[in-house]
């Protein structure tokens, strides 16, 4: 084990420390709710602090007491913040931080408003962070059948002397120790999210959507492509083998032939690796520096997200994916949410715009 690293489990802590505590859900969405269950389910004293909608209501109507968010932080000694990260700083402003006390707790689930400074927390005040490594739905299901989940947790300001403790108890609490918790930083945290996200999620669907366009051209159905690659499930599967036998010692569960085809043809990739760790550093450092989270806060990055997405509605790929579902009469869910793109003119004023959309790969494919 790296000597950085110390990993916690529920001997580690004791949820004594919460007992007679109030615990307050900022946000009752994703995370809010799993994580609210499972310390409720350790007969501690949960309240939900949410505007007024279909988030309130589905509060109540798993019998939480719910308060604005206003009240719920004057009432409580722990406060879980759970609502996106990109609102996050202005409801810590206006709704959080007028109403918190001397050596509260505030919870984070992720590090980026911390790591890059955007809250800045009272010093009298103990800021922790759990940040689980689950989906929201998976963090209720992994405690109800003792699986667990790993969560990374932190330690940003230790106001009372306690924090370290208190974060340990709330860990516990969500069912975050059942698998272990991983000692981490908000700034580590945070970096490994969003290289996660930007360095390897994008380097895998590009090299994954290359295939299709050769098979296709080769003359291959689309149909049995999609099938061979993802509505099959078999790829799924090559995940769940690394996982629960390792990357390297999966590749023996393979018949020889598949073993000799992927070991010697993967050794020609290498010869292109330099050019994508090139990439990735570079897009690690721009995370690393605060660039992509000063590009981020501009309104710019905005109208650049919703062009772009715009166009991947458009492109020959989503269509054929669509008819194939269709054909196989598997359900589509549409995820798009209605949002107004962009004008033309608000594109055109901008250059870094226009060069991005030059370079995106299936700009013209629609
Ligand atoms: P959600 O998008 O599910 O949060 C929804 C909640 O936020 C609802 O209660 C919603 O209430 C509230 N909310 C939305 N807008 C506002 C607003 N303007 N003012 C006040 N409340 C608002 O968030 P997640 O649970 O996905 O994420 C929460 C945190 O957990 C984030 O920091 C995220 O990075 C982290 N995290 C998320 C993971 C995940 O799998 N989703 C995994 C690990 C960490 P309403 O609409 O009623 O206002």
Redesign the pocket.
């Known amino acids: 084990m790296n000597e950085k690293l110390q990993v916690f489990t529920e001997k580690d802590a004791d949820l004594s420390l919460l007992e007679g505590k109030t615990i307050a859900f900022?946000?009752?969405?994703?995370?809010?709710r799993s994580q609210a269950l499972n310390m409720r389910d350790h007969q501690l004293n949960v309240i939900i602090g949410?505007?007024d909608?279909?988030?309130?209501v589905r509060a109540q109507k798993d019998g939480f007491p719910v308060f604005s968010?206003d009240e719920a932080c004057q009432r409580a000694d722990f406060i879980f913040i759970?609502?996106?990260?990109e609102?996050?700083s202005e409801?810590y402003q206006s709704k959080i931080a007028p109403n918190l006390k001397k050596h509260d707790t505030i919870v984070?689930?992720?590090g980026?408003d911390i790591a890059f400074r955007y809250i800045k927390p009272h010093k009298e005040l103990d800021v922790v962070l759990l940040?689980?490594r689950?989906?929201?739905i998976g963090v209720r299901e992994c405690f109800l059948n003792r699986e667990g989940y790993f969560s990374f947790i932190a330690v940003n300001q230790n106001a009372s002397g306690h924090a370290n403790e208190k974060v340990l108890a709330l860990a516990k609490a969500i069912g975050s120790l059942i698998k272990g918790g991983l000692s981490t930083t908000f700034q580590d945290e945070t970096f490994l999210d969003l290289f996660t996200e930007q360095g390897f999620a994008p380097a895998n669907s590009a090299i994954m959507m290359k295939p299709i366009d050769i098979l296709k051209d080769f003359g291959v159905p689309i149909e049995a492509i999609l099938i061979e690659l993802i509505l099959s499930g078999k790829m799924k599967h090559s995940f769940d083998a690394m996982r629960n036998f390792g990357i390297i010692n999966q590749i023996n569960l393979l018949d020889s032939r598949t073993q000799y085809g992927v070991l010697s043809r993967g050794i020609r990739y290498h010869s292109i690796m330099k050019k994508i760790v090139h990439i990735q550093e570079d897009i690690l450092s721009h995370i690393e520096n605060g660039g992509f989270a000063k590009e981020w806060e501009k309104k710019w990055s905005r109208i650049k997200l919703a062009v772009i997405k715009f166009f991947a509605t458009r492109v020959s790929f989503g269509k054929m994916e669509s008819k194939v579902r269709k054909n196989f009469k598997i359900p589509e869910v549409d995820l798009w949410e209605e949002k107004p793109y962009p004008t033309i003119d608000e594109i055109r004023e901008k250059e870094s715009i226009k060069k991005q959309l030059e370079d995106f790969d299936r700009f013209t494919d629609f």
């Open positions: 900022v946000g009752y969405g994703n995370q809010g949410n505007i909608d279909e988030y309130k968010i759970l609502i996106p990260d609102i996050m409801v984070f689930a992720h980026y940040a689980p689950m989906i929201g």
